[in-house]
């Protein structure tokens, strides 16, 4: 494929911002990143300070669940597909956004009161400041501000689909997106999408998207991969969404698809699987708009890097972190971190994964009760962090600002 002549050009000055942004902070200046890390069968939250390594606090859930930090950084949900619910909690890392500036302020994390239930939660979808939960076993959404719950006023609106299926719903402002059923077997993959208003009734015609899984937003775009291609949405908060269709390209492996999506942070740009052992760089703007690469063993978990934009991770199942080059499209560093984690088995088995924080790259690993920190830097690894149990789901949160106690 040829190169992404876009992603390179038009990216350098969102490249420059964010390493600009990623410089050592001034000395009135406060960071602050924390570590939230889900057991992979105990019903347990855990938070640790990610500098020091140390357990700030630990929560009980009602069951083991997969975790979700928002767009903010300042709440982090737990989904507990086996217990019906979710709750939501305070990251105690608070923002202030002035523009030039923002101001931090750093608390306690704290479980926040309320929960949003139903049967069988596993979707998350996270977008202009409100929090979309799909319900499986009940083909229901429930929709709830991001505002709403860190004040413990949780207002639910719900948007329900004809059957129960595997499916998500993306707000969009005014509107929302929302899967449509399988037409044949509910139970089957969804077969489409459709674009809904606030109370939840469809404008226009739904939009074919056969085999969808998988969905993540790249600054103004969101897209959403099917069996074909991928759906891309772009849309404001009052406008109507718009959908278009991007094809796979010639030159790529038959028989295979993208079901798993992360979104390029500052560069536009995707990130997705193409079956088991190759990755695809998608540049949502370029004709030719699929870059594969292949990888040595199969993938078990990939993120894009916040903080460096060029840098994305894979972690396959040998027990190497890669790291990708998103603008040469390839990986550019290796690094043996664990025993091998075979793919082989049930798709919940526990299995290594990564998040980002502003000078790390740190990887659970759940067999050992540890959770691995490389060294962003030298992509070195910088420490190990024991924690207890089978640390397992992981999201970082945190970032820099001016501290008010330091004027």
């Known amino acids: 494929m040829r190169p992404f002549n876009r992603l390179m050009n038009t990216g350098v000055l969102a490249l420059g911002t964010a390493l600009a942004a990623i410089q050592p902070v001034h000395a009135d200046d406060h960071e602050a990143w924390r570590l939230f890390i889900a057991d992979h069968t105990a019903p347990e939250l855990r938070v640790l300070d990610a500098e020091k390594g140390e357990t700030i606090e630990t929560f009980s859930l009602k069951a083991p669940a997969r975790i979700y930090a928002t767009e903010s950084n300042e709440t982090v949900f737990a989904v507990q597909r086996d217990a019906n619910t979710v709750t939501a909690f305070s990251t105690g890392i608070h923002f202030d956004d002035h523009g030039d500036h923002a101001d931090i302020e ?9 929960s949003v239930d139903g049967e069988r939660p596993v979707h998350f979808v996270a977008h202009y400041g409100e929090i979309a939960l799909f319900f499986d076993g009940e083909g229901v959404a429930r929709l709830v501000s991001e505002k709403a719950v860190t004040e413990g006023k949780p207002d639910i ?10 499916g998500v719903v993306i707000p969009y402002g005014a509107h929302a997106i929302v899967t449509v059923p399988n ?10 999408v459709q674009v809904v208003d606030a109370k939840g009734a469809a404008i226009g015609e739904s939009v074919a998207c056969p085999g969808l899984h998988g969905e993540a937003t790249s600054g103004n775009i969101t897209a959403i991969a099917c069996d074909t291609g ?13 959908i278009r269709h991007i094809a796979y390209t010639d030159g790529l492996p038959d028989d295979l698809k993208v079901s798993t999506l992360a979104g390029g942070k500052a560069l536009q740009y995707f990130l997705g699987n193409f079956g088991k052992s190759n990755l695809v760089l998608i540049d949502p703007e ?9 990888l040595p063993v ?14 994305a991770y894979v972690f396959t199942e040998d027990g190497k972190l890669n790291r990708i080059n998103v603008l040469s499209g390839k990986i550019d560093q290796s690094l043996e971190l664990t025993a091998p984690y075979s793919m082989d088995g049930h798709w919940s088995d526990p299995r290594p994964r990564i998040a980002v924080t502003h000078d790390e790259i740190v990887v659970t690993d759940p067999l050992k009760s540890v959770v691995h920190a490389v ?30 106690e330091n004027h």
């Open 106 to 114: 750093v608390t306690e994390p704290k479980a926040l009161e309320g």
């Open 157 to 166: 609106r719900e948007i329900t689909t004809s059957a129960p299926h595997h």
């Open 183 to 192: 037409s044949k077997d509910p139970s089957e993959l969804p077969e489409g």
């Open 230 to 242: 991928l759906l891309l949405v772009t849309g404001g908060r009052s406008a109507v969404p718009e």
């Open 286 to 294: 370029d004709e030719d708009a699929f870059r594969l690469i292949e």
């Open 298 to 311: 199969r993938a078990v978990h990939f993120v894009v890097d916040p903080v460096r934009p060029k840098f």
């Open 375 to 404: 060294d962003a830097a030298s992509f070195k690894k910088a420490r190990d962090i024991a924690v207890e149990g089978m640390p397992y789901n992981i999201v970082a949160v945190g970032g820099s600002g001016e501290s008010h």
